[in-house]
């Protein structure tokens, strides 16, 4: 009998000095079942550093988005729904879950997250396997015609850049809500996006045909608006 496989879904926020504030893994199978997860705020990060931010914007990475989302996390600590652990510690709990499920690594924009936990010192090098769940996305999802219909239906698009280029959204929020055909705004705590948006998207990608070899990096010109629009 074939060994079940795993897969760890990993997800941060971070702080303004581009390490990991708030970090969570969810173990699970290619079915969607979790067998175990880990969601905690870094000690030493967290607590002593601020939250990732942007004084230029006025949505939830601006000033004023800022503290709604410490003042959530200061509710989820309080609830004991976070909870404060170091570095070493969770450290431990990924060599542990390695041990147990030998899970292949994931994440919507892998190399985001890889970079800013290694900025803070989260050793995930004992992954055997390991592939971007964004790539898969965009190969296995977003490519589709269907897709592309939801996000014109929708006005799902990114904003206008200064040569003039707008591109349909290809983000774990808008991937999710094709899949459920229901748009919901992410949390974006580390847990919740984890949990509620991209493990939906993994078993979507992972039960279809031959899904590996559609792992593909984004190209912003392959989904400008204006290759797709037929003017009437």
């Not at 967290?46 to 959530?72: C, P, S, V």
């Not at 992954?127 to 015609?145: D, T, V």
């Amino acid at each position: 009998m074939a060994r079940k496989q795993f897969f760890a879904i990993l997800d941060t926020e971070t702080t303004i000095n581009d390490t990991v504030a708030d970090f969570a893994i969810v173990i699970c199978d290619r079915n969607g079942n979790i067998y175990n997860q880990c969601a905690v705020m870094v000690h030493g990060h967290y607590d002593a550093m601020e939250l990732f931010h942007d004084k230029n914007t006025n949505d939830i990475w601006g000033y004023a988005g800022l503290q709604k989302r410490k003042a959530q996390y200061s509710a989820m600590l309080d609830s004991g729904v976070r909870m404060l652990a170091s570095v070493n510690a969770i450290n431990k709990w990924i060599n542990q879950a390695i041990g147990k499920y030998n899970p292949t690594l994931t994440a919507y924009n892998l190399a985001f997250d890889i970079a800013k936990c290694a900025n803070t010192g989260i050793d995930l090098t004992g992954f055997n396997n390991r592939f971007c769940l964004w790539q898969a996305s965009i190969g296995n999802i977003c490519n589709s015609k269907k897709y592309r219909q939801f996000c014109l239906d929708n006005h799902l698009f990114n904003n206008v850049s200064k040569h003039g280029n707008m591109t349909f959204k290809t983000n774990a929020e808008v991937v999710c809500g094709f899949i459920n055909n229901n748009i919901i705004d992410e949390p974006h705590t580390a847990l919740e996006d984890a949990r509620d948006f991209e493990l939906p998207i993994l078993t979507k990608v992972i039960n279809k045909r031959d899904w590996q070899s559609k792992i593909m990096a984004y190209n912003w010109q392959d989904f400008q608006v204006k290759n797709h629009y037929v003017a009437r």
